[in-house]
């Protein structure tokens, strides 16, 4: 049977397919998404205590050059094969080169409950993986498109997305996490962490509302976006499961790592293109990272991947 908090999110797709009036008041909501972010940063730096050693950087380096290379693998099939614009090419291919914070905690959640071996390392994959895909993005743009954006400062870009309030939470918990480790901050530390589930399942079920509501009516028109949304997860989760396999990782943290580099996002990168690239249709990149790769990930795709990383050992 499935972890129990992926339930969660199944009972909150159904309502919204349903058309149930069943809602999670948006300030609910927004707690959760901060108490998300904050118990992700806080459980990775607490590990992280005493644990930071340079040995790390090119494990760090290549994370971050794989981030970077994602949406430059993504932007030729969206723009030639899919028959994109420009700018929803770029947008797309910039969402699946960041991560999702929902898939981390879940396949984190999924390490735990199959206790598998993860490397103090694994929430520095989210804060590496989450930012460069949206520079290049940008850049991809820049260089290919019509004009239209080009007045926008990467340094303003940099701004928006270093400043994001998840971003802030979750650098801020790790930093704090490292400085006082489980046993110094258990005070604040160990409420937070204790219900780390719980407030998954909370956050899993509202998710689960909102990618119904991108998937209600069933855009037909848009097939050929919904099989990429399908088929990439798949075969970027294989390539993450690559790397972390010749980076000699826990496999824990394989399946961690390919879960993330087989997720897009829809927190940080919609509101840092829409802000970026005025031209793209934020709609249909969340169609894809919302409607279809993430449950497709919560559901099948963390399982399937632990079983290719045991394959691939």
């Not at 075969?235 to 824990?252: D, F």
């Not at 829409?274 to 169609?287: E, R, S, Y």
Request: charged residues 10%; aromatic residues 8%.
């Amino acid at each position: 049977m499935p972890d129990i908090v992926v339930m969660f999110f199944v009972l909150g797709l159904t309502a919204g397919l349903l058309r149930s009036d069943l809602k999670i008041p948006q300030a609910t909501y927004e707690t959760l998404s901060l108490l998300l972010m904050l118990t992700i940063g806080l459980k990775g730096g607490m590990v992280l205590h005493g644990n930071l050693h340079w040995q790390l950087l090119p494990e760090m380096g290549a994370v971050l050059l794989l981030g970077g290379l994602i949406p430059l693998m993504l932007y030729p099939v969206l723009n030639k094969l899919l028959n994109l614009s420009v700018a929803n090419s770029a947008s797309i291919a910039a969402h699946y080169g960041s991560v999702s914070a929902g898939t981390f905690a879940v396949a984190l959640a999924y390490a735990e409950s199959n206790s598998l071996n993860v490397g103090a390392e694994v929430t520095l994959y989210l804060v590496m993986l989450e930012l460069p895909a949206i520079i290049v993005g940008l850049l991809l743009f820049r260089r290919l498109g019509n004009g239209s954006g080009q007045n926008l400062s990467l340094k303003a870009l940099w701004h928006e997305t270093l400043t994001n309030k998840s971003v802030i939470l979750l650098v801020g918990g790790v930093i704090i996490g490292m400085m006082y480790g489980t046993q110094q901050g258990s005070q604040v530390t160990s409420l937070l962490t204790n219900s780390f589930k719980v407030v998954l399942a909370l956050f899993l079920l509202e998710m689960g509302l909102m990618a119904a509501q991108t998937l209600r009516p069933i855009p037909w028109h848009h097939w050929r976006l919904a099989l990429f949304a399908l088929i990439t997860p798949n075969l970027l989760g294989a390539i993450g499961v690559c790397v972390g396999t010749a980076l000699q990782l826990e496999l824990g943290s394989v399946v961690i790592l390919a879960s993330l580099v087989a997720s897009a996002s829809y927190i940080a990168a919609p509101a840092a293109i829409k802000a970026a690239i005025p031209d793209a249709d934020i709609g249909l990149a969340m169609l894809c990272s919302l409607g279809i790769t993430f449950p497709f990930n919560v559901l099948l795709g963390i399982g399937l991947y632990h079983q290719i990383a045991l394959y691939m050992n």
